[in-house]
Nanobody, 115 residues
Framework: QVQLVESGGGLVQAGGSLRLSCEIS????????IGWYRQIPQRSRELVAR???????IFVDDVRGRFAIFKDNTKNSVDLQMDNLKPEDTAVYFC?????????WGRGTQVTVSS
């Protein structure tokens, strides 16, 4: 069973940066299978960053060029570096498998970007 714990969120001004971390415990060995999602109130949870089958980062248009995704095999974590944040990035951010059967969701981490 895989457990996912997100951290690193907070309140930041527009143009600022945050780095989120997804710590993974349990039977999960392929960190490149993990992606980052976000949920804005009244909207569906959206996958915003993941790795391709070749390990290349893939992003949705809204965050491409501003977000980066990293895996750390020593910590068994997947980080999301978010730069040049915009108010529309305000959401609860979650990590989970990017495809297939998802694991139980963690609590997520709140990111709030003020204008």
């Amino acid at each position: 069973q895989v457990q996912l714990v997100e951290s690193g969120g907070g309140l930041v001004q527009a143009g600022g940066s945050l780095r989120l971390s997804c710590e993974i415990s349990g039977s999960m060995t392929n960190l490149e299978g993990i992606g980052w999602y976000r949920q804005i109130p009244q909207r569906s949870r959206e996958l915003v960053a993941r790795f391709s089958i070749l390990g290349d980062p893939i992003f949705v248009d809204d965050v491409r060029g501003r977000f980066a995704i990293f895996k750390d095999n020593t910590k068994n974590s997947v980080d999301l570096q978010m730069d040049n944040l915009k108010p529309e990035d305000t959401a609860v951010y979650f990590c989970n498998r990017a495809s297939g059967v998802l694991d139980a969701w963690g609590r997520g981490t709140q990111v709030t970007v003020s204008s």
